[in-house]
Every structure is written in structure tokens, then in C-alpha cells.
């Protein structure tokens, strides 16, 4: 009577399992045929993009304040920034939001503009104790790191520029608001523009998704 060896049994039996799953996955993998060769394809690569604002709408009688949005103006195909994923392929160019931070004060008159959010209004249209200004436009892609983007803004309007963040504006609470915020500045931009954002994934600099 033969004798099987039962650890050498489980071997053979965990290896061909392993080589029959292998064998199904590779078979997922789209496969295309070019003059009679198969040539197995790569996975189709996702487009990273990064987050963009707009000019919303007029808060102030003074043309040198500047109320900037997730919402503003041009939308993108009716909607507003997407501030998690990013909502413009980092390959397209769009000038800079720059902004310095010098601590100037709120001037009277400036209306807040409505809101649809849970927050309150103020929330929405903080004030950004500086004023704003827009670059040529650029590649979202050209800027490796947050700090190549400050570098950015500092190299073409001056020392304490930097790139605008999602959080700058001020509200009457002190509290640091979102989505959008005002600014003394004189922009008049047809497009989007890109802003920095600190807490998601939706820069152009951040680890591809």
C-alpha cells in the first residue's frame, strides 16, 4: 500500500489554488491585440486636480473689495469648487490666488452675501485682513509642495505674498470661516483661479489619489 505524504499534499494544493486565483486576476486585465500580438494594457490612469474658486458675488459699493468664492463666477458645469477632490485637471493652466496677510481692518459697508450652508452666513465671507491679487496663469501641476506655490506668488508680487488657503477669511467671531472670503484686490478674472486648501486632498502638490 503507498503512502502519501500529507504536508506535501497541502504544498501542491495551496500552490495551485494560488496559481488558479492569479490566473483570474490576470484575466481581468483588459488585453488588446495589435497585428496578431496580445499586449495585455495598463489600468487607465485617474487625472489628479486640484481645487479652484471664482469672484462671487459684490459685496461692496468700493470696486477695491473683492468678495472670492468656491461659488464665484465661472462655474464649473453649474457647481461650485469641490474642495475634497479637487475640481480642475491639474494639467490645465489657471492663474494663482495670491494673498498677504498685513492685517488691515474690515472697512464699513461691506454686505454679507446669502447663504445656503449650516454655518452662518458670516461663516461663508470672512473678512482675509489683507488684500488679493491673481498671477499669470500656470500649470496646477507646475508647483511640487505648498511652499513652491507661496514661492510663487512671493517671486511675482513681493516679499509676504503667498498662495490663498481655503480658511483665510476672518469672522465677526474671530473664527476662522471657509468656502469663501473678502479682500481688498481689483480682480477681474473669466476664470477660476487656484486656491490652496490645508485639511483635504484637493491641491494639485498633494499625494496622487
Not at 13 to 28: L, Y
Not at 103 to 130: E, K, L, N, Q
Not at 164 to 176: I, K, R, T, Y
Not at 187 to 195: E, G, K, L, N, Y
Request: include cysteine.
Amino acid at each position: 500500500m503507498k503512502r502519501y505524504c500529507l504536508p506535501c499534499a497541502l504544498v501542491l494544493a495551496t500552490a495551485f489554488a494560488g496559481s488558479f486565483a492569479h490566473a483570474v486576476d490576470v484575466a481581468k486585465v483588459p488585453v488588446r491585440v495589435d497585428d496578431g500580438a496580445a499586449r495585455i494594457d495598463a489600468p487607465p490612469r485617474v487625472a489628479r486636480k486640484g481645487m479652484t474658486w471664482g469672484v462671487g458675488v459684490r459685496v461692496s459699493a468700493d470696486p477695491g473689495i473683492v468678495f472670492v468664492s468656491c461659488h464665484g463666477r465661472p462655474a464649473i458645469g453649474g457647481h461650485g469648487c469641490d474642495a475634497y477632490q479637487g475640481d480642475t485637471a491639474c494639467s490645465a493652466k489657471r492663474p494663482v490666488l495670491c494673498v498677504e496677510v498685513d492685517g488691515r481692518a474690515r472697512p464699513d459697508g461691506i454686505a454679507t452675501p446669502p447663504s445656503g450652508g449650516v454655518m452662518h452666513a458670516g461663516f461663508y465671507s470672512g473678512w482675509a485682513h489683507g488684500r488679493v491679487a491673481l498671477t499669470r496663469a500656470v500649470r496646477g501641476d507646475a508647483f511640487a509642495r505648498r511652499s513652491d506655490a507661496d514661492a510663487y506668488c512671493a517671486a511675482r508680487l513681493g516679499a509676504g505674498w503667498r498662495v490663498a488657503e481655503h480658511h483665510d477669511g476672518v469672522d465677526e467671531q474671530g473664527g476662522h470661516g471657509g468656502w469663501g472670503f473678502v479682500a481688498e484686490g481689483r480682480i477681474a478674472s473669466r476664470s477660476r483661479f487656484w486656491v490652496a486648501i490645508d485639511d483635504t486632498g484637493a491641491n494639485c502638490w498633494d499625494p496622487r489619489r
